[in-house]
Every structure is written in C-alpha cells, then in structure tokens.
C-alpha cells in the first residue's frame, strides 16, 4: 500500500509545483475559465494515455495511438456527424481491429512495437482517405459536452477527475484489472492458472482502442472539426504520461491516476514553458529536462526506499 | 426598452460614427506561428520583429510578442492560442497549422473578445479575420504580362510545384484560366519542378526535346526559374520569357541578362512580410475600424525597372520581401470591402 502512496506521491508534487509556477506567473489562470483553458486540451491527452498505459500494462508498447486518435478523430467529424449509424460501426470496427491486433500480437509471439509501428501507418493512411483536406465538423452532442460549464468545477477537471476515477476502479479494483496486470507481471503464471492469455491481451488492446476513440471524439469536441495529422504528438505524450505518472514499461505496473496526473503535468509543462517566453528552439529540449528531472527524482527516491 | 440597453445602444451608435476613437496604445498582440524552419518563414519572423519593434517604441501598440510551436503541430497551437487568451493579449496574428483543427480555440479566443487575424496558413472559423492568397490570379497574371510583352502569342511551358499539394493546383488552375482567356497563348508542355531550382533544371532538361521550337514563354510557381533558365540554356535554345519567383537567384540570372542582352521579364510571388499586414489589420480591427471579414494579400510584383532596388534588399539564398505600413493595410481593408 505504502508502495503505490509513494508512486502516486511523486506526480502528483510534479503537478502541484508546475500549477503553482503557472499561478504565480499568470494569476489570471487562477479561475473558472483560466483553469480550463489551461487544461481542456489535456483531457483527450490524458484519454490517450489510459489508452497506452492499458498497452504498457501488458508489457507491449502502443505506437499507433497517435494515428489511431487522428483517425478517430476523422470518423468523428465526418461519418459520425453525417451518418450515426455508421461512423458508430466504423469506430466499433477500430475497436474490433485493436483486439485482434492484441490476440495477434500473443499467437505469433510478434513484437508489439513492430506491430503498432505498421498500424501507424495504416490508420494514417485511412484518416488521409477519410479527410483528405482538414475539414469536417463535430456532431452536436460531442460539443455540447465538451463546452459544458458544469457548477463549481471546469468541465477539463470534471472529465480528468472522472476519467481517473473509472480507470482506477476498472484497472486497479476489478477482478478483470487484476488478470490484466498479472499478464504484464507473468504472463505464463496466469496461463497456468488457466486463463487465456489471447484473450486477455486481446481484451487490453480492444479497451485501449476503446479509449482512444473517447481522445479522438473529445478533440472533435473541442478543435469542432478534424485534419488528418491533428493528434500526432499523442503517440509519444501518452508514453511520456504513463512513465511520468509512475508507471513502468514491464511487469505491470502502472497508476492510472497517476497517468492521468502525467497526462495533465505535460500539458501544463507545455503552458509553463510558453509563460516564461522560452524560445521554441529550447522547448522541446526543455520539455525534455522537465520529463527527466522527474524521473531522476523517481530513482532517488526509490533508491532511498531500498537502501 | 430599459434605460441600459438605450445607453449601449447610444454607445454603439456612438462607436460607428467615431471609428478612429479608440486607442490601441495599451492594446497587446501576439503572433501565433506554427513553423519556423525555411528561409520564408525566418523572413516574415524577422519583419514581424522589425515592424512591431518599432510600432511597440513609438507608442502604437503596448506589445507585439512572437511564438513558434516547436513540433508544428495543431494541437500545440491550440494550447499556445488558449495560452495567449489566459496571457490577456487583446489580438492574436495566426499563421495556422491547420485550417480546421484549430477552430475550437479560436473561437474560445473570439468569445473572450480577442480579435483573431489569421494570415497565410488561415483558419475557417467565421469569427476570424483572414488575409488569404489569391494563388489562382498569381497564375492568371502571368498569362496576362505575357500577353501584354506579345500580342500575338505563342507557345508556352508550364512548370508547376508539388504534385497533390493545394497551391500547385490552384496556380495552375489560374494558368489554365488565363490561357482561356487569351487563347493566343497554348501550353505545350507542363513538368513538376516542386519549387526548387535543380528539380525544375533536370524536368525541363528532360521534357526539352520533345516541345516545338517556338517555347515564346514559360509560366512559373516560383522558386523553378532559374532552374529553367539553365536547362534551355544548357540545350542551345532560344531563351524564353521565363516568370521569376521573386528568389534571389533567379533575380541576380535576370539581372545579368538584361545587362548583356537586354532581357525582359517580371517576378511575382509573396512577400513573407505579409505577417506585418495581418499586424496593421489586427492593429485597425482594435481601433475599432470597420473591417471585412475575409481579405486578399497584395502580391509582391518585380517589374523591370524595379529589379534592381529589388535584388539589392534581397539576401543570398532568400526571397524578396517588403514590410507593410499601416497605409498598406488601410488599402487592403478598403479594397477588400469593396469587394465584398
């Protein structure tokens, strides 16, 4: 218990000290409105990154997710806001595809980094087919969510605070959270025990697809029109989450309220750093010194822990 | 009506009939800039910083600030926009990384009273000014000037830019209109020269042989001009009129032939120094003048008495540029409201 306080500990001082700096920098973000411009373009983020940290649960890493929100993205915009029924089914087929490609990546024994690497390039391509010029617009009810003013908190809180909850319950909680973290623990342990792991594997990838169509619809939501290359950066932000959030690339262990904290950290650092007016030249090298200061601090602190 | 909304709407009243009233000396602006790696982008940085530099010392604006993206990338433009909306600036100037996908955050900035000027890379929200390129009359206009230079008309060539890319159809497309419109003038040949000298050389090496004789004019994207210059020059061929692009190499080629053999041409491109324009617009927008919605960038014309004030301001290796005042953009704005 102890263990996962300190792996949550962390993440949430990373975020608490850039909040403070963004405060004391701009006490106009100090606000209702300040707070959710400084964090709505962090929930599809933080989407995505549930989506990579269900990934990275079972030891394989996701390089498609970038790719797969954009074209999630796509559907979106257009046959979802055209045609329901059908941009329903097309986004249950990207689904469909995740899952498969899971049960895939456990028959043959391939490397999931080749694996997701290849679907990048065909979600890319479908997303370029689908909207060939940027365009589109968001179905209604996607905008009217995402633009909603709910009492009290900023509707990019709301959705981080309810978001970090679900999965918590869903990965850390439930019987089927438990299997799914034992197959990126020991995989052959749970085999044994007689459970497929196909279908575990394939059960984490199809939920990751399941989130990334939530980060795809939500940037709809909030951008109310799509473009082919509008979520590429999310391939390596989800990762750089997961990690900054406490999460491990093996054995299971991951903190998905600790990837939704990394997810909105990054967001804020990217703030944070267009505050203090450093050249872009510098940023994202200086995102960089912000990722590896935290995990310096991870190890220090772990190191101490053991010692 | 209430005593209030009479008063608004006194106030309204008020605001149109005295437009020049407003102040903008305590007004901030920034520049929204999703890329900054090739020679034209570097150009209009650097006359945003000369022409704002200057506006901020004599006391026009309070402040003009500039920011890149570093990764080019839509959604962190979105967050850098809803940054300067939290950061109080009273406009942004935006060069878009796309035209869609950053409409959202224009319009949280357009809701928080922020006047949104978007320039060259434009955006489709309504709520945004956009000074757009007439890329189709860039094409037309050659035709046009070659028409003027020979009445009688000929054969031309066409070298067009990046295959699938908007601009190179739509240039084209103005080509092919303004053919329409003399039909003196017939394309006898069309190769892709994706806007850089040695790609536009080898295509029209290569496409040389098989075109008649009588090539009276090569119509041009820009940035391929002295590249073509070369290959009919390498083949022995009587040197057509060839369009520049307004780069410094095809101005200095130009230049040299005129003074040997008294060659004659125009050039026409433009000027990266349109961010200083998208700056007057948003500059009068905050004064409160009336401005359309949607407006045409000036194309930036060298003619041949012009070509040498022109290469002179010109750097090697760049394009030539001209930094617009605010009685350019008071043209622009009037032009573009008649037209509407």
């Avoid at chain 1, 498969?100 to 997701?116: D, M, R, S, Y």
């Avoid at chain 2, 489709?124 to 046009?144: H, L, N, S, W």
């Avoid at chain 2, 699938?164 to 190769?191: K, R, Y």
């Avoid at chain 2, 073509?228 to 040197?239: D, E, I, L, V």
Wanted: aromatic share 6%; charged share 15%; net charge negative.
């Amino acid at each position: 218990m102890k263990g996962i306080d300190l792996r949550l500990a962390l993440p949430v001082l990373s975020l608490a000290v850039l909040l403070g700096a963004v405060f004391w920098m701009q006490p106009r973000a100090m606000s209702y409105t300040g707070l959710n411009l400084l964090f709505n373009l962090a929930v599809p983020i933080a989407l995505a990154t549930i989506a990579q940290m269900l990934v990275i649960m079972v030891d394989d890493i996701d390089l498609s997710i970038g790719t797969y929100v954009s074209f999630c993205a796509c559907v979106t915009a257009t046959l979802l806001h055209d045609t329901p029924v059908v941009g329903i089914l097309v986004l249950a087929a990207g689904v469909g595809v995740y899952a498969a490609l899971g049960a895939l990546i456990e028959l043959q024994k391939l490397p999931a980094i080749v694996v997701t690497l290849g679907m990048s390039f065909v979600w890319g391509g479908l997303a370029v087919l689908l909207l060939p010029a940027p365009g589109g617009a968001s179905p209604d009810w996607i905008t009217t969510i995402m633009k909603a003013r709910p009492p009290l908190m900023p509707m990019a809180i709301v959705a981080c605070i309810l978001l970090a909850l679900a999965s918590h319950l869903l990965v850390t909680r439930s019987a089927m959270g438990t299997l799914l973290r034992g197959v990126g623990g020991n995989a052959r342990s749970v085999a044994r025990a007689g459970w497929s792991v196909v279908r575990l594997r394939a059960l984490a990838y199809g939920l990751a697809g399941v989130f990334g169509v939530l980060s795809g619809m939500a940037l709809v939501g909030l951008a109310t029109s799509a473009d082919a290359n509008i979520a590429l950066r999310y391939t390596l932000l989800s990762i750089a989450g997961v990690i900054l959030g406490g999460g491990e690339f093996t054995g299971g262990r991951v903190s998905p309220v600790g990837a939704v904290i990394g997810a909105l950290t990054l967001t804020l650092a990217g703030s944070f750093l267009t505050f203090i007016r450093l050249s872009p030249d510098w940023q994202i090298g200086a995102q960089g010194v912000i990722l590896i200061l935290v995990l310096a601090a991870r190890l220090l602190v772990r190191r101490r822990r053991t010692a | 009506m209430t005593t209030t909304t009479r008063l608004m709407a006194a106030t309204a009243v008020l605001a149109l009939a005295a437009p020049a009233f407003a102040d903008t000396s305590e007004r901030r602006i920034a520049l929204s800039n999703n890329y900054a790696g090739n020679s034209w982008r570097q150009a209009m940085l650097e006359s945003w910083t000369k022409v704002t530099g200057q506006a901020v010392t004599d006391g026009v604006v309070a402040a003009a600030d500039a920011f890149t993206t570093a990764e080019n990338q839509a959604t962190e433009q979105a967050a850098q926009i809803q940054n300067m909306i939290l950061e109080g600036y009273d406009a942004i100037v935006l060069n878009a990384a796309s035209p869609t996908a950053l409409n959202g955050a224009v319009r949280e900035a357009c809701d928080a009273g922020i006047v949104v000027v978007s320039f060259d890379g434009i955006v489709t929200e309504p709520c945004a000014y956009r000074i757009a390129v007439d890329f189709k009359e860039m094409g037309r206009k050659q035709v046009e000037y070659l028409s003027g230079r020979m009445p009688e008309g000929g054969n031309l060539l066409e070298i067009r830019g990046l295959a699938g890319v908007f601009v190179d159809d739509e240039i084209s497309a103005g080509i092919h209109a303004g053919v329409e419109q003399f039909p003196q003038f017939s394309i006898a040949g069309s190769v892709h020269g994706d806007w850089a000298q040695d790609v536009a050389q080898r295509a029209v090496a290569g496409i040389l042989p098989s075109l008649p004789d009588d090539i009276v004019g090569v119509v041009t994207q820009g940035g391929d001009g002295y590249g073509a210059a070369q290959a009919f020059a390498a083949a022995g061929r009587t040197m057509p009129v060839i369009i520049m692009g307004n780069r410094q190499d095809e101005l200095q080629w130009w230049k040299e032939q005129r003074d040997a053999n008294g060659y004659e041409t125009m050039s026409v491109s433009i000027a990266p120094g349109v961010s200083t324009l998208a700056f007057w617009v948003a500059q009068q927008v905050l004064d409160g003048q009336q401005v359309p919605q949607d407006l045409i960038v000036p194309f930036l014309e060298i003619n041949q008495d012009g070509l040498d004030a022109a290469l002179e301001t010109t750097p090697a290796g760049g394009v030539a540029n001209v930094e617009y005042t605010l009685d350019d953009a008071k043209a622009v704005i009037a032009k573009g409201g008649s037209a509407n």
